[in-house]
């Protein structure tokens, strides 16, 4: 029930960087849950570009892989998507969410926001 909160979007121009955070309120860290980041342009469906299992290890969608890296603060519980090299095609709505490990259910997602990429 508690949310996710996302922050760090915001305009940038193309080659830029941006470093996306999602803060869990009261979330337990817990190495049963996954986490990954999604995003979603205007007319195109959501996407999953990155993904964190309990044991850290990283996977990317093709689009973003070498340019965009996530962590997690077990401490902390924020999640963060550092993206490097951003081009204008990288210009969505970027949401976080978390899930339990082996399964495919998304549990918790964030509000979003918004990173545009000018050329």
């Known amino acids: 029930q508690a949310p996710l909160v996302e922050s760090g979007g915001g305009s940038v121009q193309a080659g830029g960087s941006l470093r996306l955070s999602c803060l869990a309120h009261g979330y337990p860290s817990n190495w049963a849950y996954c986490h990954g980041w999604f995003r979603q342009r205007p007319g195109y469906e959501r996407e999953e570009i990155a993904d964190?299992?309990?044991?850290?290890?990283?996977t990317y969608a093709n689009s973003v892989k070498g340019r965009f890296t996530i962590s997690k603060d077990y401490v902390k519980n924020i999640l963060y998507l550092q993206m490097n090299n951003l081009k204008p095609e990288d210009t969505a709505m970027y949401y976080c969410a978390a899930r339990r490990c082996g399964e495919t259910t998304w549990l918790r997602w964030g509000q979003g926001t918004q990173v545009t990429v000018s050329p």
């Open positions: 964190i299992d309990n044991r850290q290890r990283p």
